[in-house]
C-alpha cells in the first residue's frame, strides 16, 4: 500500500514538472527581444538650441547683448571726481549679441558619457521593458534613477548641469517593430514626465552577446515649438519653454576671454581682439581712451572727425592722425576722461605715428596722477537669457540586467 501511494505521489509530482515545463516552453513574447530590465551603460545627447524672438515669450526680444562692466569704474569715477553713471555707461564693453535664429551660445553641445563618467556624476537609470498582453497592444515600461539634465539659473542667466542629477520615475507605453527597426514611447500624460514621447526612435537588441545589449537612439523634440506637435498635441508657453543663459566665457592662455578657448569659464577676465594690437590685443585704458574718443569725435557737429586716410570708414587709425596732427600742433588736446593725446599718441617722428602700447601691467589707480594705463578687468555682472527652439538627439545604450 505504502509503495503504491509513493508510486501514485511520484508521479503526480513528475506530471507537476512536466506540465510547467510545457508552460514555460509555450510561453510567448510578444514583444521579442526587447523585453527585459536594462541598465544604462552609455549615452550620448547632442543638445541644439535656435535663437528665438516672439511675442509672449519669457526674456524676449530683438537682440540678446552680452555686456561687461569695467572692475574699476566705480574707483575711476570716485578718484576723478566724475559722475558713476556715465563712467560705467560709457566703458561697458559688448562682448557679443545674439539674434533670432543664431545658435544660443556654447550650441550645437554634445555630451558624452560612458559607463566609468555615468557613475562618476551620479546618472543611473534602469528600465523595466514589460512585455504586452497581446500582440496587438503596447507594453509598458518604467524606467527608474537618476538623468542629465541642464538647468537655468534665472537670477545669473546662466545655463549648468546640475548636480546631483535629479530623479526620474516615468511609466508609459512602449512598442517596437522589427521589420523597421522602429522603436514608440508613449509616457503617461497625466503625471510629470521626465522622458519625452516619440514614435521614431531607432532600436538594435544584440543578444548573442553577454550581457545582452539594446541600443535606443530618439530625438527630444518637446522642447521646439514649432516640431512639438509630431509628439504631443499641445502646446504649454509656460511649461515648455526653454529658456538659454550665459553669464561667463572661457579664457585664452593671456587671460581674455575666448569663445574658443577650452579653460573653465569666468564672468572676470580682460577683453582681447585682433583689432586691439597696437595695446598688445588688450583693452587698456589708452585704448578704450582712443576708442571712446573715436565715438566722441564722430558725433561731433562742429568739427566731426572724418575718413583722414580715404580707406571709406572712420576708426581708429583716422583717430591717430587726429590726435598726431594735434600734438605737432601742440594743440592740448584731451579726451572725455581727460587723458592728454600726448601720451596716448607718440608723435617723436613727425612721419609715423604710433599708438602708445600700455598694457605692460593692469590699470592701476595709483597711475591715474601720473596719465599711466594698463590693461582693464572686465566683469559680466549679469548674464543674458534667451528664449531657444531646442532639440535633443539621444543615443544610449544599455546591458541587460541579470534580475535574480
Not at 544660443?104 to 537609470?125: H, K, Y
Not at 530623479?167 to 500624460?189: K, R
Request: aromatic residues 10%.
Amino acid at each position: 500500500m505504502m509503495k503504491r501511494n509513493l508510486t501514485k505521489y511520484l508521479s503526480l509530482f513528475l506530471g507537476g514538472i512536466l506540465l510547467f515545463s510545457a508552460c514555460e516552453e509555450d510561453k510567448v513574447v510578444n514583444l521579442g527581444d526587447a523585453v527585459g530590465t536594462w541598465d544604462l551603460v552609455g549615452l550620448t545627447g547632442t543638445y541644439e538650441r535656435k535663437v528665438i524672438t516672439k511675442d509672449g515669450v519669457a526674456n524676449s526680444a530683438d537682440a540678446y547683448p552680452l555686456v561687461a562692466n569695467w572692475v574699476d569704474a566705480a574707483t575711476f569715477a570716485g578718484a576723478a571726481g566724475a559722475d558713476a553713471a556715465f563712467v560705467k555707461a560709457a566703458t561697458a564693453q559688448t562682448l557679443a549679441a545674439f539674434k533670432a535664429g543664431d545658435n544660443a551660445p556654447g550650441f550645437p553641445r554634445t555630451a558624452v558619457f560612458n559607463a566609468a563618467q555615468l557613475a562618476a556624476t551620479g546618472i543611473q537609470m534602469t528600465v523595466d521593458l514589460l512585455d504586452s498582453k497581446s500582440k496587438d497592444t503596447p507594453g509598458t515600461y518604467t524606467v527608474k534613477g537618476t538623468y542629465p539634465s541642464l538647468r537655468l539659473d534665472p537670477d545669473k542667466c546662466s545655463t549648468y548641469l546640475m548636480l546631483p542629477p535629479p530623479q526620474i520615475n516615468d511609466t508609459g507605453d512602449w512598442t517596437v517593430n522589427y521589420d523597421t527597426g522602429i522603436f514608440t514611447l508613449s509616457p503617461v500624460v497625466d503625471i510629470d514626465q521626465v522622458l519625452p514621447p516619440f514614435p521614431d526612435g531607432k532600436f538594435k537588441v544584440n543578444r548573442d552577446v553577454d550581457p545582452a545589449t539594446f541600443n535606443l537612439d530618439f530625438l527630444d523634440r518637446d522642447g521646439h515649438d514649432a516640431l512639438y506637435s509630431q509628439v504631443q498635441p499641445s502646446w504649454a508657453e509656460a511649461d515648455d519653454r526653454v529658456i538659454s543663459g550665459l553669464n561667463a566665457l572661457p579664457v585664452n592662455a593671456g587671460g581674455g576671454w575666448d569663445p574658443a578657448a577650452t579653460s573653465d569659464v569666468t564672468s572676470e577676465a580682460y577683453i582681447m581682439q585682433a583689432a586691439l594690437a597696437p595695446w598688445g590685443s588688450y583693452l587698456t585704458w589708452y585704448a578704450l581712451n582712443v576708442l571712446g574718443e573715436v565715438k566722441t569725435k564722430k558725433a561731433d557737429v562742429k568739427a566731426p572727425l572724418t575718413d583722414l586716410n580715404g580707406d571709406t570708414k572712420i576708426d581708429a587709425v583716422d583717430m591717430i592722425m587726429y590726435m598726431h596732427a594735434d600734438n605737432l600742433a601742440g594743440g592740448g588736446g584731451k579726451t572725455a576722461f581727460g587723458m592728454p593725446y600726448v601720451i596716448l599718441v607718440d608723435s617723436s617722428n613727425p612721419v609715423a605715428p604710433a599708438f602708445t602700447n600700455d598694457s605692460g601691467s593692469d590699470w592701476a589707480v595709483t597711475g591715474l596722477a601720473t596719465g599711466a594705463g594698463g590693461k582693464l578687468k572686465y566683469r559680466i555682472d549679469k548674464g543674458v537669457c534667451m528664449p531657444v527652439n531646442e532639440t535633443i538627439q539621444f543615443k544610449s545604450l544599455w546591458n541587460e540586467k541579470v534580475v535574480n
